[in-house]
């Protein structure tokens, strides 16, 4: 299952579907999160895809990372990792959190430009080599356009070179 837990993100991309800023005016409570959890795991699902915008900027997404861990599912995230911090990562491990997808869409430039706010590959790639200092065997995702594609090769031998174990286009 894959959740948009908020709208609310700190990078500007110009490919964003969701049209991802501030987070909605009645985006569920933590109350609400934790029942959906509830309810997902009665159901048997097995994995849970946290996304946002960005869905590490709500004040409570460890504990609904916990929540869902808690309840046997697998958690992940999604993320263009701006913001986050070898020390934010650890505590999501140690909640639960068990895999993690950085967006490297082409080299600096390209990336930079794609996503809205200068300096946003360097810190991807840090969050990469982040997840993997905190045990997390990271992964990276990438958006293919015509600005990206001529760059896929580069974008393959960089994240490898940092750490990524998995690659999704």
Same mark, same amino acid.
């Given at each position: ?22 987070? *909605? ?18 159901? %048997? ?6 996304? %946002? ?17 808690? !309840? $046997?599912?697998?958690? %992940?995230?999604?993320?263009? $990792? ?12 140690? !909640? %639960? ?8 869409? $082409?080299?600096? *430039? ?5 996503? $809205? ?6 810190? &991807?790639? &840090? ?6 200092? =905190? ?10 356009? &015509? ?7 580069? =974008?393959?031998?960089?994240? !490898?070179?940092?750490? !990524?174990?998995?690659?999704? =286009?």
């Amino acid at each position: 299952m894959v959740w948009e837990l908020t709208l609310a993100c700190n990078l500007r991309c110009s490919h964003c579907g969701s049209r991802a800023a501030a987070p *909605r005016r009645n985006e569920l409570s933590t109350h609400e999160c934790l029942d959906i959890v509830r309810q997902l795991a009665e159901l %048997g699902t097995r994995e849970v895809s946290l996304i %946002g915008g960005e869905a590490y900027l709500r004040r409570d997404w460890l504990t609904i990372v916990k929540a869902i861990a808690d !309840a $046997g599912m697998h958690c %992940g995230l999604q993320t263009g $990792g701006r913001a986050l911090t070898e020390e934010r990562l650890r505590a999501a491990v140690d !909640a %639960g959190l068990q895999t993690i997808g950085v967006s490297i869409d $082409g080299p600096a *430039r390209v990336h930079d430009e794609l996503r $809205g706010v200068p300096g946003s590959y360097d810190r &991807a790639l &840090a969050v990469v080599r982040f997840a993997q200092r =905190v045990g997390l065997r990271p992964g990276v995702n990438t958006q293919i356009n &015509a600005r990206s594609k001529p760059h896929l090769t580069e =974008v393959f031998d960089t994240i !490898a070179q940092n750490g !990524a174990r998995f690659w999704q =286009v």
